[in-house]
């Protein structure tokens, strides 16, 4: 199972950021997919979830500024952020769980300045 973010970067608040998760190893289409992220001093939190259906869920307080979708004919996840605040600053992993095991991508860093 590989599982590879990319996307990150620096932008200033109010702006936007496209992550993508390139998924493989695995059947991409039979799996809930989520959005991580990690906040400089702070324990890693869900952001955002996929079903196999395409029903997402978020965190509250990216509810209405981030959407989470995926495309199954190219294995990948993505995070469209909008709205961005400094406090979206983070890490960002894209995971998924086989058979109770958790899969993470490296992260991918976004850095949003005041």
């Known amino acids: 199972v590989q599982l590879q973010a990319s996307g990150g970067g620096l932008v200033q608040a109010g702006g936007s950021l496209r992550l993508s998760c390139a998924a493989s190893?695995?059947?991409?289409?039979?799996?809930?997919m989520h959005w991580y992220r990690q906040r400089p001093g702070n324990q890693r939190e869900l952001v955002a979830s996929?079903?196999?259906?395409?029903?997402?869920r978020y965190q509250d307080s990216v509810t209405g500024r981030f959407t989470i979708s995926r495309d199954n004919a190219k294995n990948t996840l993505y995070l469209q952020m909008n709205s961005l605040e400094p406090d979206d600053t983070a890490v960002y992993y894209c995971?998924?769980?086989?058979?109770?095991?958790?899969?993470w991508g490296q992260g991918t860093q976004v850095t949003v300045s005041s």
């Open positions: 190893g695995f059947i991409f289409r039979n799996n809930r």
């Open positions: 996929i079903s196999v259906g395409y029903i997402p």
């Open positions: 995971n998924t769980k086989i058979w109770g095991t958790d899969y």
